[in-house]
């Protein structure tokens, strides 16, 4: 996070700045690494959002857009926060109500919002068994798979270069001591869905930094810590593109800030990812919620990959746990004492960031489309006469493409299949999901993967790739076997 963040003063020439701040976060990690350095004014801040930029960290609220038409609220929100999360308007529930049929004004209004003020953005949450719409719920195997990945995918390039880092899969994992994944209707398509969505959301938007997020994984004897930390490990060794992961720290009596909190952040930094407190809020009143609101910041200032800190909400009646009172401002917008405990606590100070750009994403090798991505499917193609057809929907931009091929299985359904397409001289694939290519460049063909090698009579499946130059053009060639 870089200093010219740091907001308050509410002058013209502190509302231009953080323009400028856009402007340099979508300009790549070499970017981001020059800013931060300038971040070393020891000056203690007035607000979240100052204090924090002065530590090189931000400081971020959840906000429900229907909110922002309340004064006191807007008010709240512009002073202190420099960093925002859809609280529920970018949920698949939201995102895609109907099947491959999106509509994005609200989490846009936010995103509007955010960039006019300065904020930044973190996007939540691409994947969650939670807060589906309706239609998920006739789909199972490799349908849900596919409805998945093009959910990932449409909802990443929407919003390819505004958002700071994607909750790309949430709460995946189950409570209790098996430290085991939860068993959902994602997980049913595979244990691979979250490797799946990761590449994925990498390939829509190379740009953003990919987390995990989850509750209770805050405390680091817990099995669900361990079970995250073993996923992350894995990710980490086999080049899975994950650069984060978020601990929701939703806290109260039954799940109270654990003493190990700050060992817990920093065993998962040392596995090479950035951790971020994403959701927190701490229920109690007075000095004792003081000292842990106060106990969560000076670890995170602790840990130099520990990004920021979010809070999931900004008033205690805004609060999805309102009777708990767990949050910084009362139901009037008063600053309560663990507003203090915050405030004091960022103004301390910790240690820096790293002043290198962490090793977290390849940087875009070429400017993001301006275009509107495509929010249709392929046309749809009359059965195949034999084995299967392929076609492709292609969103080109200058040096770049990500490009998502449909294969449609002919009369005798499919148990296995290739598609060969040529990539143009000069030209190159990056990455591909959801399939195995043979190569880069010139005449490449791709193998299906395990879950999606059966296809029925008639059915269709997708896989996809991002490359740099120009896309593939013509009809793909697509056999079964
Ligand atoms: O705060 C959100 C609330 O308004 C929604 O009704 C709820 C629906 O499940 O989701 C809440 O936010 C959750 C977040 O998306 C994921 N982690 C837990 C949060 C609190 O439930």
């Known amino acids: 996070m870089d200093k010219v963040l740091a907001r308050g003063s509410g002058s013209a020439a502190a509302r231009s700045r953080p323009r400028t701040a856009v402007v340099a976060m979508v300009a790549g990690a070499a970017m981001v690494a020059a800013t931060i350095a300038v971040a070393t004014s020891a000056s ?37 926060f420099n960093m925002v999360t859809a609280e529920n308007e970018m949920k698949w529930d939201a995102t895609e109500p109907s099947r491959n049929q999106f509509n994005f004004s609200a989490g846009d209004r936010l995103v509007a919002h955010a960039q006019a003020n300065g904020m930044r953005v973190r996007g939540h949450a691409l994947l969650w068994h939670q807060q589906q719409p309706g239609w998920t719920g006739s789909l199972s195997g490799s349908a849900l798979r596919e409805a998945m990945i093009n959910h990932v995918t449409q909802v990443a390039t929407h919003y390819r270069g505004k958002i700071h880092s994607w909750d790309v899969v949430n709460e995946a994992f189950d409570d209790g001591n098996s430290g085991a994944r939860r068993n959902s209707n994602l997980q049913q398509t595979g244990n691979d869905w979250i490797e799946a969505a990761f590449r994925a959301a990498r390939a829509a938007d ?15 004897s817990w099995a669900k810590t361990q079970g995250v930390y073993n996923m992350v490990r894995d990710f980490k060794a086999r080049g899975v593109p994950i650069d984060c992961v978020g601990f929701q720290s939703h806290f109260n009596s039954g799940s109270p800030y654990p003493s190990n909190y700050r060992t817990t952040l920093q065993n998962f930094a040392a596995l090479g990812v950035d951790v971020q407190i994403t959701e927190l809020d701490i229920e109690g ?38 009777s708990g009172t767990p949050l910084l401002f009362d139901g009037s917008g008063n600053k309560k004492q663990a507003y203090t405990a915050v405030l004091n606590a960022l103004n301390e100070g910790g240690t820096p960031p790293p002043t290198t750009a962490p090793p977290t994403s390849t940087p875009p090798t070429s400017t993001p489309p301006t275009s509107t991505p495509p929010t249709s499917e392929p046309p749809t193609t009359p059965p195949p006469t034999g084995a299967c057809t ?15 091929v449909r294969i449609t299985a002919g009369s005798s359904g499919l148990n296995g299949w290739t598609v060969s397409l040529t990539v143009p001289s000069g030209s190159a694939i990056t990455n591909t999901w959801s399939a195995q290519a043979s190569g880069t460049t010139g005449a490449v063909t791709f193998r299906n993967v395990d879950y999606n090698r059966q296809v029925g009579a008639g059915g269709t499946t997708e896989f996809g790739f991002q490359g740099t130059g120009t896309a593939p053009s013509g009809t793909p060639a697509c056999a079964a076997g």
């Open 44 to 80: 203690a801040g007035t607000t979240l959002g100052a204090s924090a930029a002065e530590q090189g960290r931000y400081f971020g609220t959840a906000v429900a857009v229907n909110k922002l038409s309340d004064s006191t609220y807007v008010g709240i929100l512009n002073r202190e």
């Open 206 to 220: 190379p740009g953003a930094k990919l987390c995990y997020n989850d509750y209770n994984t805050d405390n680091w």
């Open 285 to 322: 009143s007075g000095s004792s919620q003081a000292t842990s609101y106060g106990n969560v910041t000076r670890d995170c200032l602790a840990v130099a990959r520990c990004n920021g800190i979010t809070v999931w909400g900004i008033r205690d009646t805004d609060s999805w746990r309102a």
């Open 390 to 404: 392929a076609t492709f929907t292609t969103n080109q931009w200058p040096g770049g493409f990500v490009t998502n």
